[in-house]
């Protein structure tokens, strides 16, 4: 059973060094800098997990798709497109 208040993420302040030309247009917009940063490392994060689990995963990419080459989809038949 879930409690009724989300949990929220524990945050810990950081030092960044920013462009300041950015970081003061950013701030005349109105940005939380804070979170469009945290969505920025968010994002990074993400693309750096997925570059390294192709990394780790490419034999056995490379594997499947040689077989797939080799001898078709294995359930190809029972396609209805």
Do not use: C
């Given at each position: 059973?879930?409690?009724?208040?989300?949990?929220?993420?524990?945050?810990?302040?950081?030092?960044?060094?920013?462009?300041?030309?950015?970081?003061?247009e950013?701030?005349?917009?109105?940005?939380?800098?804070?979170?469009?940063?945290?969505?920025?490392?968010?994002?990074?994060?993400?693309?750096?997990?997925?570059?390294?689990?192709?990394?780790?995963?490419?034999?056995?990419?490379?594997?499947?798709?040689?077989?797939?080459?080799?001898?078709?989809?294995?359930?190809?038949?029972?396609?209805?497109?």
């Amino acid at each position: 059973m879930q409690s009724s208040q989300t949990t929220k993420p524990k945050r810990k302040p950081t030092n960044l060094s920013l462009d300041s030309a950015l970081l003061q247009e950013a701030r005349a917009l109105g940005i939380n800098v804070s979170r469009s940063a945290e969505a920025g490392i968010v994002e990074a994060v993400k693309r750096h997990k997925r570059a390294q689990w192709l990394k780790d995963n490419a034999a056995a990419i490379d594997s499947s798709n040689a077989y797939a080459e080799a001898n078709g989809l294995p359930l190809a038949r029972h396609r209805q497109f």
